[in-house]
Protein backbone atom coordinates (compact mmCIF):
# COMPACT_ATOMS: atom_id res chain seq x y z
CA UNK A 1 0.00 0.00 0.00
CA UNK A 2 1.12 3.73 -0.39
CA UNK A 3 2.86 5.74 2.06
CA UNK A 4 0.61 7.14 4.23
CA UNK A 5 0.25 11.08 4.11
CA UNK A 6 0.21 13.51 6.29
CA UNK A 7 -2.91 15.24 7.55
CA UNK A 8 -3.27 18.44 5.80
CA UNK A 9 -2.33 17.09 2.65
CA UNK A 10 -5.65 17.33 0.74
CA UNK A 11 -4.71 16.95 -2.50
CA UNK A 12 -2.42 14.14 -1.81
CA UNK A 13 -5.02 12.69 0.11
CA UNK A 14 -7.37 12.72 -2.01
CA UNK A 15 -5.66 10.97 -5.14
CA UNK A 16 -4.44 8.01 -2.43
CA UNK A 17 -8.33 7.80 -1.53
CA UNK A 18 -8.91 7.64 -5.65
CA UNK A 19 -5.91 5.23 -6.05
CA UNK A 20 -7.69 3.23 -3.83
CA UNK A 21 -10.96 3.40 -5.72
CA UNK A 22 -9.52 2.14 -8.35
CA UNK A 23 -7.73 -0.41 -7.13
CA UNK A 24 -10.90 -1.88 -6.21
CA UNK A 25 -12.61 -1.11 -9.31
CA UNK A 26 -9.78 -3.28 -11.27
CA UNK A 27 -8.61 -5.95 -8.37
CA UNK A 28 -10.23 -9.48 -7.87
CA UNK A 29 -8.84 -8.42 -3.43
CA UNK A 30 -8.50 -10.84 -1.34
CA UNK A 31 -9.96 -10.11 2.11
CA UNK A 32 -6.47 -8.97 3.90
CA UNK A 33 -5.71 -6.46 1.02
CA UNK A 34 -9.10 -5.43 0.65
CA UNK A 35 -9.65 -4.29 4.54
CA UNK A 36 -6.46 -2.65 4.83
CA UNK A 37 -7.42 -0.42 2.33
CA UNK A 38 -10.63 -0.12 3.21
CA UNK A 39 -9.21 1.16 6.46
CA UNK A 40 -6.94 3.45 4.98
CA UNK A 41 -9.93 4.90 2.70
CA UNK A 42 -11.64 5.84 5.87
CA UNK A 43 -9.09 7.50 7.31
CA UNK A 44 -8.33 9.27 4.01
CA UNK A 45 -11.89 10.50 3.74
CA UNK A 46 -11.92 11.50 7.82
CA UNK A 47 -8.65 13.69 7.20
CA UNK A 48 -10.15 15.13 3.75
CA UNK A 49 -13.62 15.85 5.32
CA UNK A 50 -11.42 17.79 8.10
CA UNK A 51 -9.60 19.75 5.68
CA UNK A 52 -12.64 21.06 3.67
CA UNK A 53 -14.56 21.97 7.16
CA UNK A 54 -11.33 24.10 8.07
CA UNK A 55 -11.19 25.87 4.40
CA UNK A 56 -15.29 26.51 4.97
CA UNK A 57 -14.49 28.37 8.24
CA UNK A 58 -11.61 30.34 6.36
CA UNK A 59 -13.56 31.60 3.67
CA UNK A 60 -16.36 32.15 6.54
CA UNK A 61 -13.80 34.26 8.03
CA UNK A 62 -12.69 36.05 4.90
CA UNK A 63 -16.26 36.68 3.77
CA UNK A 64 -16.81 38.03 7.40
CA UNK A 65 -13.60 40.35 7.21
CA UNK A 66 -14.84 42.14 3.92
CA UNK A 67 -18.19 42.48 5.40
CA UNK A 68 -19.79 40.25 3.41
CA UNK A 69 -22.47 37.75 5.33
CA UNK A 70 -23.51 34.40 4.82
CA UNK A 71 -26.38 33.92 2.44
CA UNK A 72 -24.97 31.44 0.63
CA UNK A 73 -24.50 28.24 2.59
CA UNK A 74 -21.27 26.44 1.35
CA UNK A 75 -22.85 22.66 2.02
Not at 59 to 68: D, L, N, P, Q, S
Request: a negative charge.
Amino acid sequence: MAKKKVAGDFGANFKELEDIAEWFEREEPDIDKGLAKFERAMELAAQCRDELAKAEQKVKEIRKKFGEHDTVSLD
